[in-house]
């Protein structure tokens, strides 16, 4: 069962199959759709794919890793992503990073074990003119100084107590 929308997992992905006419074609667009269901990709969810489109597991899964998009680890409902490319990085991402460490209290490339937040640094999101830059849920955030760091946490803060109500 999924905790947030009381569905069982294989409803949802049957869902999305369908949405697809269960083409193995669009194994890629696929997997985005069960991405967006589940913040990341399930291995059971992955299982099913493979069995509806009678795709190998290895080709699923192949897929499921060759796109830096896909995560086949759990995500927080506020991703937080930091630059660390080489225009972000002279522009003091890393200090923006650090801020973001003490303030979630998360080291990079982990999530809270309530499932309310990820950290990650990434390469170049190729928004170099605006860096430094924080991409907050795949919105990108540009100019990111240390002071704008306190908003960017207090609105993720905000959105998760509305989800929560
Ligand atoms: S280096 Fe950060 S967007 Fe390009």
Request: charged content about 25%; overall charge negative; proline content about 3%.
């Amino acid at each position: 069962m999924n905790a947030e929308t009381g569905n069982c997992m294989c409803e949802q992905v049957d869902e999305v199959l369908d949405r697809y006419d269960r083409d193995a074609g669009l194994l890629v667009s696929i997997l985005q759709d069960v991405q967006e269901v589940y913040r990341y990709l399930p291995r059971e969810a992955l299982e099913k794919v493979s069995e509806a489109l009678n795709v190998p597991m290895a080709q699923v899964y192949a897929v499921a890793t060759f796109f830096k998009a896909f995560s086949l680890e759990p995500r927080g409902k506020q991703v937080f992503q930091v630059c660390m490319g080489t225009a972000c990085h002279v522009r003091g991402a890393q200090l923006i990073l650090d801020k973001l460490e003490r303030d979630l209290e998360l080291a990079p490339g982990t999530t809270s074990e309530d499932l309310d937040y990820t950290l990650e640094s990434v390469n170049c999101v190729g928004a170099c003119a605006l860096g430094p830059v924080v991409v907050v849920n795949d919105e990108v955030k540009g100019h990111i100084k240390l002071d704008k760091v306190d908003g960017l946490v207090e609105k993720a803060r905000k959105c998760l107590s509305e989800l929560n109500q």
